[in-house]
T-cell receptor, first 115, second 111 residues
Framework: NAGVTQTPKFQVLKTGQSMTLQCAQDMNHEYMSWYRQDPGMGLRLIHYSVGAGITDQGEVPNGYNVSRSTTEDFPLRLLSAAPSQTSVYFC??????????????FGPGTRLTVL | DQQVKQNSPSLSVQEGRISILNCDYTNSMFDYFLWYKKYPAEGPTFLISISSIKDKNEDGRFTVFLNKSAKHLSLHIVPSQPGDSAVYFCAASATFNKFYFGSGTKLNVKP
């Protein structure tokens, strides 16, 4: 199993550009989520999904869109990038997300810089 | 306002000694707590968890203690090894769909 994969690893955008961060998992996990990590802030939940076709907002959803058309993929879209979105983005998945025993498996991260 | 706080940004410990990492939370609805370990340029990896019905959970060298009345949990690593040097995040959840992470503590275990 590849686990959770994220592409690209690094990305530089100009203010106002749009892009999609890709996330895929091959563990047949129902629950997937996106976090951003900023210095001194830890990981903050952006959006999450409990299954194909179902998404919901996390702690910091503004400026980001998600969709979940398949169990495997959970892309994160930045519609109009802003410097405040410079961060490291992590995708994670777990079996159900409805049980306290579900650990989340994280991808390696995407480092995004918005100029 | 952060609901999960790790007030020590860094901790340095001698190899073989105990490492104690602390975490405080403000939301009394949190009933599940996890610790993750993160190496540079990698995603976090799950370490150990505890539910609110317990006050202690052990897994090898790692023990998590939960004090619900104080809204405080701690991770003990005994004995500490140089390979334990990493950033440790605590996380908490009330619904299992939303997880709140602390800002992390960077542990340095000196040989």
């Amino acid at each position: 199993n590849a686990g959770v994969t994220q592409t690209p690893k690094f990305q530089v955008l100009k203010t106002g550009q749009s892009m999609t961060l890709q996330c895929a998992q091959d563990m047949n996990h129902e629950y997937m989520s996106w976090y951003r990590q900023d210095p001194g802030m830890g990981l903050r939940l952006i959006h999450y999904s409990v299954g194909a076709g179902i998404t919901d907002q996390g702690e910091v959803p503004n400026g980001y869109n998600v969709s979940r058309s398949t169990t495997e993929d959970f892309p994160l879209r930045l519609l109009s990038a802003a410097p405040s979105q410079t961060s490291v983005y992590f995708c994670a998945s777990s079996y159900e997300g409805t049980s306290g025993s579900d650990e989340q498996f994280f991808g390696p991260g995407t480092r995004l810089t918005v100029l | 306002d952060q609901q999960v706080k790790q007030n020590s940004p860094s901790l340095s410990v001698q190899e073989g000694r105990i490492s104690i990492l602390n975490c405080d939370y403000t939301n009394s609805m949190f009933d599940y707590f996890l610790w993750y370990k993160k190496y540079p340029a990698e995603g976090p990896t799950f370490l150990i968890s505890i539910s609110s019905i317990k006050d202690k959970n052990e897994d090898g060298r790692f023990t998590v203690f939960l004090n619900k009345s104080a809204k405080h949990l701690s991770l003990h690593i005994v004995p500490s090894q140089p390979g334990d040097s990493a950033v440790y995040f605590c996380a908490a959840s009330a619904t299992f769909n939303k997880f709140y992470f602390g800002s992390g503590t960077k542990l340095n275990v000196k040989p």
